[in-house]
């Protein structure tokens, strides 16, 4: 089932998101859904706040990005209870965007290297190294979590640049292919 994507001014992508219980009521569909809506979107990545849920639930798809990095051949994957233990390596400028902020990209600083934990879709607890690309996105969709967004690392100069786009969006204008879910 396709979910309405939830677009910057709602409350829900401005929480710290909670840990799950394993036993955590339709997960299994909830994760299924999240890639379906993730999928139609277009994205590479899908946090459970931007579907309206605070809590710590991610899924990721590199696989469209694999004609450029082979490395991520059917790359999909779900990620429930991450956090970031550190972040580290060379710090590198790219490029982002968010299908919660609609028509914004900029350029964002973030490390190259991550330490997380989280669980697989089977419940088994993983510790990894993370680089590259999947760092990147991992970071970008593990900040949803905290209630973070790739804007908060802009400079306040680039802020005041899409001042614009944000206020339509509180407006609730956003302009997508995909369904949404504005605070108006
Ligand atoms: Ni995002």
Redesign the pocket.
């Given at each position: 089932m396709i979910l309405p994507i939830y677009i910057y001014g709602q409350p829900v992508l401005r929480k710290v998101a909670e840990d799950i219980e394993p036993d955590y009521p339709e997960l299994k569909t909830l994760i299924a859904n999240m890639f379906e809506t993730m999928d139609k979107a277009e994205g590479v990545?899908l946090a459970a706040p931007?579907v309206g849920l605070p809590i710590r639930v991610v899924v990721i798809n590199l696989d469209v990005l694999s004609d450029e990095h082979p490395e991520y051949k059917g790359f999909c994957k779900a990620y429930i209870n991450p956090h970031i233990l550190e972040v580290s390596g060379e710090e590198i400028n790219m490029e982002e965007g968010?299908?919660?902020l609609p028509g914004i990209h900029e350029t964002v600083k973030r490390g190259n290297k991550i330490h997380v934990t989280y669980m697989d879709e089977e419940m088994k607890p993983r510790d990894e190294v993370v680089e590259g690309y999947l760092a990147r996105v991992m970071q970008?969709?593990f900040d949803?979590l905290e209630g973070k967004?790739?804007i908060d690392h802009i400079s306040p100069l680039r802020k005041q640049m899409i001042k614009g786009k944000l206020n339509a969006m509180l407006k609730g204008k956003a302009h997508c292919t995909y369904k949404v879910k504005t605070i108006k």
């Open positions: 990545g931007q968010c299908l919660s970008h969709e949803h967004m790739f």
